[in-house]
């Protein structure tokens, strides 16, 4: 009897291990990537990104163990300006024809605190890609009040520098530093 007994609490603990990670799909209409540089010493000039996909594996019980996968378009991007915008679109900077999505894959997680971690991965811009670190902050974790399921909340920043992704047109005039701020929700990916 306490073999099966054993046996039984081996079996219950090897599942709940294997079901410790929750799948969180990114909630497109609210997921944005703000950046802002310097210009010129006069002003600091904005810009965002949309249409942001991909999933969170979040483990609760052993956060270092998450991981993180994500793209979007880089024809999302909103300048406030129609020639800025489509000139950041050409060869010049984000090279959008010829690498339409920019994608960031999680390497490693290193947990910072309660609701924080650093999360470092692969960032791929204009076809190159980087090691970047993102300043994590989970926002929230609940039910969400509005879609009845499972909901995350995360919010991120990083610094990026623009000549890394062969993208240093005008530096340093026009900063080649870019401060990146994220914020995303994702849903329970297995709640109906």
Request: charged share 15%; glycine share 8%.
């Given at each position: 009897m306490s073999k099966l007994l054993l046996a039984s609490a081996l079996?219950?603990?090897?599942?709940t291990g294997a079901m410790a990670a929750e799948t969180?799909?990114?909630?497109?209409?609210?997921a944005q990537i703000v950046y802002h540089y310097n210009h010129l010493g006069f002003s600091t000039t904005y810009g965002m990104f949309s249409g942001i996909t991909g999933e969170i594996q979040f483990d609760e019980a052993d956060p270092a163990a998450s991981s993180v996968s994500v793209s979007f378009p880089v024809s999302s991007l909103a300048t406030g300006d129609d020639e800025r915008t489509a000139h950041f679109q050409t060869e010049d900077f984000f090279g959008a024809e010829a690498n339409p999505e920019a994608t960031?894959?999680?390497t490693s997680i290193e947990v910072t605190g309660?609701?924080?971690?650093?999360i470092t991965g692969d960032l791929t811009v204009n076809g190159i890609t980087k090691s970047v670190v993102l300043d994590t902050t989970m926002?929230?974790?609940g039910d969400h009040p509005m879609a009845g399921k499972p909901w995350i909340g995360f919010t991120a920043t990083t610094t990026l520098t623009r000549s890394?992704?062969?993208?240093?047109?005008y530096a340093p005039y026009v900063g080649d530093?870019?401060?990146v701020f994220i914020s995303v929700e994702a849903m329970d990916a297995s709640a109906e």
């Amino acid at each position: 009897m306490s073999k099966l007994l054993l046996a039984s609490a081996l079996t219950a603990l090897t599942a709940t291990g294997a079901m410790a990670a929750e799948t969180y799909a990114i909630d497109t209409t609210h997921a944005q990537i703000v950046y802002h540089y310097n210009h010129l010493g006069f002003s600091t000039t904005y810009g965002m990104f949309s249409g942001i996909t991909g999933e969170i594996q979040f483990d609760e019980a052993d956060p270092a163990a998450s991981s993180v996968s994500v793209s979007f378009p880089v024809s999302s991007l909103a300048t406030g300006d129609d020639e800025r915008t489509a000139h950041f679109q050409t060869e010049d900077f984000f090279g959008a024809e010829a690498n339409p999505e920019a994608t960031f894959t999680s390497t490693s997680i290193e947990v910072t605190g309660e609701t924080s971690a650093e999360i470092t991965g692969d960032l791929t811009v204009n076809g190159i890609t980087k090691s970047v670190v993102l300043d994590t902050t989970m926002t929230q974790k609940g039910d969400h009040p509005m879609a009845g399921k499972p909901w995350i909340g995360f919010t991120a920043t990083t610094t990026l520098t623009r000549s890394d992704f062969d993208m240093g047109m005008y530096a340093p005039y026009v900063g080649d530093e870019v401060e990146v701020f994220i914020s995303v929700e994702a849903m329970d990916a297995s709640a109906e």
